[in-house]
């Protein structure tokens, strides 16, 4: 089945370290984006890329940092210098960036805990 | 800059009842287009409906419609006949453009919907 995988649902780190969030679609899309959710709050976008080998930071990109070098694949990591990395994580794609109603398919998240 | 409202932190709702979301936005631009997602308890975002600003029709998708009132700038989603599977947070969201062609979605803070049996 087609699909956005992201892993690991949990990850607990200590505080000081970097740490990489994986995310994964199979859906043939070329746009995919990182969001941070905290509790009780919507989704703020951190990164997007539009094609490989190209992203744009979005409204909260300190202390963190993306690569795409492969359509399929769009990891983020989260570095020591993102004070509060404390979060839920949530990766999507959708077909292409621009056009009207191509909505954005989520995964499943990653909630990261950092002690 | 654009921005969503969700006024209703949480709701109740009777099963086989009917309930409406609230969302109100904010955007100078002409063409736009909003988007209702459900986020149950496992944490992933579902596409529920999608609303163009040009769309004359409001949009429906099966028990979903979207109450579509551009002079007010709202956009409330209604949920026919809930059904406990319907308890869950509802975000609202915005396409915004951005980087020229491109978009990014601004979200609302969402609702809290509890269907009681």
């Known amino acids: 089945d087609g699909g956005i995988t992201q892993s690991p649902k949990y990850l607990f780190r200590k505080e000081g370290q970097n740490v990489t969030l994986s995310c994964e679609q199979n859906?043939?899309?070329?746009?995919m984006y990182w969001y941070r959710q905290d509790p009780g709050q919507g989704l703020r976008l951190i990164y997007y890329?539009?094609?490989?080998?190209?992203?744009q930071k979005g409204d909260i990109a300190e202390g963190y940092s993306v690569s795409r070098e492969k359509k399929e694949s769009f990891p983020l990591t989260v570095t020591s210098a993102q004070k509060n990395p404390t979060a839920f994580y949530l990766c999507?794609?959708?077909?292409?960036?621009?056009?009207?109603?191509?909505?954005?398919?989520f995964g499943p998240g990653t909630r990261l805990t950092v002690l | 800059a654009q921005k969503i409202t969700q006024t209703q932190p949480g709701m109740f709702v009777q099963e086989k009842e009917a309930v409406t979301l609230d969302c109100t936005y904010d955007?100078?631009?002409?063409?736009?287009?909003l988007f209702w997602y459900k986020q149950p308890s496992s944490g992933e975002m579902i596409f529920l409906i999608y609303?163009?600003?040009?769309?004359?029709q409001n949009a429906t998708e099966g028990r979903y419609s979207l109450n579509f009132q551009k002079a007010r700038k709202s956009a409330n989603l209604v949920i026919s006949a809930s059904q406990l599977g319907d308890s869950a947070m509802y975000f609202c969201?915005?396409?915004?453009?951005?980087?020229?062609?491109?978009?990014?979605?601004?979200f609302g803070s969402g609702t809290r919907l509890l269907v009681r049996p």
């Open positions: 609303q163009g600003s040009y769309d004359e």
């Open positions: 859906l043939n899309h070329d746009a």
């Open positions: 890329s539009q094609i490989v080998n190209d992203f």
């Open positions: 969201a915005m396409r915004e453009v951005w980087m020229d062609s491109s978009y990014k979605l601004i």
């Open positions: 955007t100078s631009d002409q063409s736009y287009g």
């Open positions: 999507a794609s959708s077909i292409r960036s621009g056009g009207h109603n191509n909505e954005q398919f």
